[in-house]
């Protein structure tokens, strides 16, 4: 859309010299101007609706942003005449050409020309005290004779009743005139020759004085311009025709008051973007409140989990003789199992979840976890990437411990050795060695210090079944 913006009291002087002789009184057709002055005045009108543009239209609009349809009726019509068009009975933009290279402003034939044709007159009065002229007796060859125009064929189905005047001057100088293309088709009573003329009404049917008759009540005149057709001229005519490229003023006009100006694009451009700039972040904001939200709400839905999960101090396991009380000796922590004892997991944390099922869960490690002070951690057999491999005492045996080591402990590490676990306890098989048990702290205290460390985790099977699959 283009941004208009004028003032009703703004002047012309900026675009067109101001003459205050200008008068819209027949004597002229200088059509253009006048709307000009009135739409500067605030008059409105009809806008223009074609079903197509006329190229030259649009090339004379393009260079200024400016749509055609955007502006308003009375400078629609300005912009047409000024450029050479008129408007057909269908409602459809129609050249107009020149002759002798008269501008759109001259076509209005002088009545001496009328009379020197030998046409004589109709006269009428009007509210101003000016005598207004319509053609009365005047044949259609008479009336090309003075013609100053050349109209491309339109159809007009109602030419052969339509009565009116084909050449008339008068006008309210205050009128904004149409430009209104009729045919004037008839045949001479007298000679019996047809003729057909075409002529440009400023105002509409119902305000056209009918032939040989004035308008009621003194009512204004208005002009009207003969021209020929474009089918019934000479091709030596023809080439000797001028056709309007429009006026400067006019150009002036349009640049000035409905061109959009790049800053106004900008403009507009800027503020479609701060807008879908501004919903997107509402809606981003909204979003995000949202999934707050439901973490939240989650969180409080989930179930507390007590020590009493992990703490199991009866487990079974999977052989009568591990199965005795852990002995004295076997509760002497070494300086390692008490650096296990510190460390802990909080399992609420990411990727703690599945950990928790595969622990609690799982079918083959369910009363399976051994307290871990019941575990002496002797020496290393083996240290690999993620975890090693020790030699400890429990219940009186020699076991192998399998841990994870205590910098390298991530979220995803832990649910890949819980994984290891559940697989091993579920295998049984004299030939490998026997899984014991696990042993995963979660005390209050403890499951805070694991956030810095790790969750120890531990796979305990015999030592003397164990020893020869670490060198397998």
């Excluded at 044709?117 to 319509?134: E, L, M, R």
């Excluded at 999977?318 to 802990?344: C, D, I, N, W, Y």
């Excluded at 832990?414 to 098989?429: D, G, K, R, T």
């Excluded at 403890?446 to 397998?472: C, E, I, N, T, W």
Aim: a negative charge; hydrophobic letters at 40%; aromatic letters at 8%.
């Amino acid at each position: 859309m283009i941004s208009v913006v004028r003032s009703l009291e703004s002047t012309s002087s900026s675009i067109l010299q101001s003459d205050d002789s200008f008068v819209f009184d027949g004597t002229n057709s200088d059509i253009a101007r006048q709307l000009y002055i009135r739409h500067n005045k605030g008059d409105v009108g009809d806008q223009v609706n074609f079903t197509s543009i006329p190229e030259a239209i649009a090339a004379r609009l393009d260079p200024f942003n400016i749509k055609f349809n955007d502006l308003p009726g009375l400078v629609q019509r300005a912009v047409l005449w000024d450029s050479g068009f008129a408007i057909s009975p269908t409602n459809e933009a129609v050249q107009i050409r020149t002759i002798n290279n008269f501008t759109m402003a001259e076509l209005a034939v002088p009545k001496d020309e009328v009379s020197g044709a030998d046409c004589t007159f109709k006269n009428c009065s009007q509210p101003n005290g000016v005598t207004a002229h319509y053609t009365q007796y005047c044949t259609g060859d008479q009336m090309l004779s003075v013609s100053r125009c050349v109209v491309d064929i339109f159809e007009d189905k109602d030419a052969v009743n339509y009565l009116g005047a084909m050449w008339s001057r008068g006008g309210d100088p205050d009128m904004a005139p149409l430009i209104r293309l009729r045919e004037h088709s008839w045949t001479d009573p007298s000679s019996n020759m047809s003729y057909s003329v075409y002529a440009v009404h400023t105002v509409p049917r119902n305000l056209a004085a009918t032939w040989d008759q004035c308008r009621p009540d003194k009512e204004y005149a208005s002009l009207a311009v003969p021209c020929y057709r474009s089918d019934k001229i000479t091709v030596e005519m023809d080439e000797a025709l001028t056709t309007p490229q429009g006026t400067a003023w006019v150009t002036t006009w349009l640049d000035d008051e409905f061109a959009e100006k790049s800053g106004q694009g900008l403009g507009t451009l800027v503020l479609v973007l701060i807008i879908v700039g501004g919903v997107l972040a509402l809606g981003l904001f909204g979003l995000g409140w949202y999934c707050c939200c439901r973490r939240a709400k989650r969180r409080e839905e989930k179930p507390a989990l007590g020590a009493d999960d992990f703490d199991v101090e009866s487990p079974v396991y999977m052989t009568p003789e591990l199965a005795k009380p852990p002995t004295a000796s076997s509760g002497r922590l070494t300086q390692q199992s008490s650096v296990f004892s510190q460390s802990s997991i909080d399992f609420e944390s990411a990727g703690s979840n599945r950990t928790l099922e595969i622990l609690l869960n799982s079918p083959h490690l369910q009363g399976r976890r051994i307290p871990y002070e019941s575990v002496t951690f002797k020496n290393t057999l083996s240290k690999g990437v993620n975890g090693e491999v020790w030699v400890c005492e429990y219940n009186g045996y020699k076991v192998a411990v399998k841990r994870l080591l205590q910098g390298n402990q991530k979220a995803e590490t832990v649910q890949a050795f819980a994984e290891e676990i559940e697989l091993s306890a579920s295998l049984v098989h004299p030939n490998i060695v026997e899984f014991i048990g696990h042993r995963a702290m979660a005390t209050v205290e403890l499951a805070q210090v694991m956030l810095k460390h790790s969750l120890p985790l531990l796979d305990m099977m015999p030592f003397s079944r164990f020893r020869g699959q670490l060198h397998a």
